[in-house]
């Protein structure tokens, strides 16, 4: 019995050296993630604020996706545009895309307000006819009303 076994291992140890004529190597390639993705907002009804509530009194959250694979390629950024003066009633939290407001309203005096939101990814964009270091970007419109 124990010599069958170690005729076996003999004949094993000569098959592996014909092998050796040719070689094998696994090749592992890891795909590199491209900044190709823009953040873009999950889609929001109009949202609503009560009049006479104190400035920071957060409003709503808005939220955009970036599909890239890899941070910071899919990182987003909130801003408020400065259009229609939209970033001097409402501020937005950079990171978690948080409404609050600046001022107390009083919708006797406007009725309703259309902000403007961006929102930007956290790398150099790689998307063609982009300006150099420019990271990719979205934008998306919230409408407010006073209650
Ligand atoms: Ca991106
Ligand atoms: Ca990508």
């Known amino acids: 019995m124990q010599y069958l076994c170690l005729e076996h291992f003999f004949l094993l140890f000569q098959n592996n050296g014909i092998q050796q004529l040719a070689s094998e190597a696994t090749v592992y390639i890891v795909l590199e993630d491209v900044n190709d993705e823009i953040p873009l907002f999950i889609e929001r009804e109009q949202e609503t604020v009560l009049e006479g509530m104190p400035p920071n009194t957060k409003v709503t959250q808005v939220q955009a996706m970036d599909k890239d694979g890899t ?27 948080e409404i609050y407001t600046r001022v107390e309203f009083d919708r006797e005096e406007k009725q309703a307000y259309a902000i403007l939101v961006r929102a930007e990814d956290g790398a150099a964009s790689d998307r063609p006819n982009m ?5 990719n970007s979205g934008q998306s419109s919230s409408y407010f009303t006073e209650h």
């Open 131 to 135: 300006k150099p270091g420019e990271p």
């Open 71 to 97: 941070y910071p390629n899919n990182k987003v950024y909130y801003a408020i545009e400065s259009k229609d003066q939209g970033d001097k009633f409402f501020s937005i939290d950079r990171e978690t895309g």
